[in-house]
């Protein structure tokens, strides 16, 4: 029997156009080889499981194929073959972690100099170079400066920001994006149709969310799957592997906060714990389908619903107070983002349940935003306390420009309708110089913010206004805070003990 090989290996693209979701890096790279623009150094930076590696190979062989087309390596030819088996000495690939020293950077310096054997340019792919010692990165450095003919270097890193600004200068640098999740899904799709495995379209969906923009990660995900020996892959196969919740408990969770049954809330979160599920999953899932549900409110649009599988359930819950789902998203993501470092998720999810219900029903007053309620006793003492800095002291708004209605309008038109569902609504004080967005929660600051969202948003400003304006966000609040004693109580009265200093 032949040896099992994993299947993020043996679906390794073998061609630029079999890279998903990275187009304007291979496009600019195909352009180099088919015009001869081809450089001395490369670092190609991004997320783990992105493709950095598989591009960086895909490159070695298309420099060097003597029949490449389209700037693409034909694998065919005996170059390619021999690159491809790894029988051609020309091509290195050196992992920085296992050797970091100078001594290996030194014996690339002496053997860069020799011209290559068979391919036309001699390529080194340096992998984890984030890795390099300070003397290796000097040596490296060294080469980089004067570059031997007829040799490249390609350096990749999922830490960009630890190499030396004195290398960064020499390479053209390329950004590997976090794969999306429809192309995940349809990279995963394409591998059970090769292997003839049976799936549901929403099986696919939970393993992309779990790989988190990381196609190997979910590659290997569906890899065991499939070992764990199922006929068909279902929804629920991949919630029971991978120790998630179905999304009938995730629904009936949101239902419980939206209408302050603590009770049932809390009784949910220790069956959630109790069955040994993923804690932090769970918040996400309990975001993301609010999110679902205020996304449907305003555009009424089933195609933009992540959990397709829930719509009825989604549509049940459209009257749902808006404000409310705005809080339990913003209170929620900032609280899976401070789980990460906790022993006791599920205690963290407890007190925050409880301090969210309080608040949605006590408008009048809120508390600290997102201060993680329990973190005092219970987390570790490490854990980086929130800054609510946005929320004391606030610009009033102004009212709502013209312009901005039209930037809003221009993203419902050009069908950024993601970015527009958080705009919409929102105040902007449009001046010569810039944009001030005044939210009303920091979920709506944090989604703008995002790199690619931000450059969305300006690109739109820049064909309304006519000028590449800057944005700044601002989140809106006369509210007074609550005093820690209250918070407490509130604690207390659930039964929670906490000491709150
Ligand atoms: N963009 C992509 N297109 C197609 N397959 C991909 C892509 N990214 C990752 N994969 C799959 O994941 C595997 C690993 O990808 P690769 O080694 O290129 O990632 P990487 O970015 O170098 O990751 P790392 O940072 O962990 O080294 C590939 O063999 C392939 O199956
Ligand atoms: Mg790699
Ligand atoms: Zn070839």
Redesign the pocket.
Known sequence: MAPYVA???K???LIFN?????EQITKILKHQIQNNQIGHAYL?C??????????AKIFSRAVNCLSPVDGEPCNECSVCKGILSSSVTDIMEIDAASNNGVDNIRSIKENVIYAPTVAKYKVYII??VHMLSGSAFNALLKTLEEPPENVIFIL?T?EPHKIPITILSRCQRFE?KR?SKPNIVK?LSFICGENQIAFQENALSVIAQAADG???DA?SLLDKIISSGVTEITEHSVRTLLGIEESSTTSAMLQAILSSRLSDALSIISSVTDSGKDIKYFIWEIVNFARDVLIYQVTKDDSLINNYASLEAIQQMQNADSKKLERIISDLSELENQIKASSFPNILLESSVIRLMADLNAPVKTYPQAAPVASAPISQPSQPTPVPAERKAPPPPPPSSESWKEVIQHLKTTGKMSLYATLAGTTANVTDTGVTIYFKQAFGKNMIERSENMKTLRESILSICGKDLTVKCVVESTEEKSSLDELENTLLNSGIHVNID
Do not use: C, M, N
């Open positions: 299947l993020y290996r679906f390794r693209p079999d890279v998903v979701g990275q190609f991004g997320g783990r499981g992105t493709g950095k590696t598989s591009t992998d984890e990749a999922t590997f794969i990279r990381a196609l190997r590659i």
